[in-house]
């Protein structure tokens, strides 16, 4: 595996890779590498010639008072764990290296930034938007991979490629879970063992909806409703969101005809997390 931290390095080697035909496939992360980052990049490996991961903790999808300074960063470990995985090149560059001096320039999905997760953070989406675009037009992938437990953001890229026409194939990993059922996330390592028993209750507030939805509930609100009462086992969890919404344009829905996104967001003592499942009719 070839690590570059500059812009000039990466695409000098990726400009040698592609004059042998290679099938260029990316994964771009923050680190703080688990199993669901490894998933994609084993669906990379499948369906690509080369594979290139992104290190890059982005400061622009951070608001003032979150965890920017303290978001883990375990560069050695990921290092090493790539290395075992077959990855062909890590793109591991500094701030400096992607947003330069005075950057001003802003990539912003205009109607999907604002929701979900945007609602309550507000520029998050800018912030990826941005990054990503920029990592696009270095990487030149025909394929990225992102996981489906950031489902809003893989609304909000989705929508980028294809209102700027970027030949990117946008593919999807299906959640990757702990034993006990909670989401793999980054963020997990903040939890105390008390908290992280409080947060399996975001699991099981989606699956008592789900529950509800396979014995032939299609009311969104109802849905809702049957979550939030399991949410109120755990008064320690609180709810930044619970909601059904289209997953292309999460736009808000009332009676589920077509596969509908159920989605929330809780804070588990100061520690933000994300869950969601598609209900499939």
């Not at 490894?38 to 490996?45: E, G």
């Not at 950031?150 to 490629?161: E, G, T, Y």
């Not at 909601?243 to 003592?269: C, F, K, W």
Request: charged share 25%; glycine share 6%.
């Amino acid at each position: 595996m070839k690590l570059f931290a500059t812009i000039p390095e990466v695409r000098a080697a990726l400009s040698d890779m592609r004059a042998i035909r290679k099938r260029v496939g990316l994964v771009p992360t923050m680190g703080a590498l688990h199993d669901g980052h490894l998933s994609l990049v084993r669906a990379a490996k499948k369906q690509c010639d080369a594979v290139v991961v992104s290190i890059f903790v982005n400061p622009t999808q951070f608001a003032p008072t979150e965890d920017l300074a303290k978001y883990p960063r375990q560069m050695e470990r990921d290092r090493a764990l790539l290395e075992e995985e077959g990855v062909d090149i890590l793109f591991a560059p500094s701030v400096e290296e992607i947003y330069g001096s005075g950057s001003i320039t802003w990539v912003l999905v205009e109607g999907l930034s604002e929701k979900l997760d945007g609602r309550s953070r507000p520029g998050h989406f800018r912030g990826v938007a941005t990054v990503v675009a920029k990592l696009f037009n270095i990487i030149e992938p025909q394929i990225a991979f992102f996981g489906q437990k950031d489902a809003a953001q893989l609304a909000v890229i989705r929508r980028m490629v294809r209102d700027l026409n970027f030949p990117v194939e946008i593919i999807a990993g299906a959640i990757v879970r702990e034993p006990d059922g909670l989401a793999m996330s980054s963020r997990n390592a903040y939890l105390s063992p008390e908290e992280r028993g409080h947060a399996l209750v975001l699991q099981r507030s989606l699956r008592r909806a789900e529950a509800e939805f396979q014995s032939g509930q299609r009311i969104a609100a109802k849905l809702i409703s049957a979550a939030l009462e399991v949410l109120a086992s755990e008064p320690q969890v609180a709810v930044d969101y619970l909601e059904i919404v289209n997953p292309d344009t999460l736009e808000s829905v009332e009676r589920i005809t077509q596969t509908a996104l159920l989605a929330i967001a809780a804070r588990v003592g100061s520690t933000r997390l994300i869950d969601n499942i598609l209900l499939i009719p």
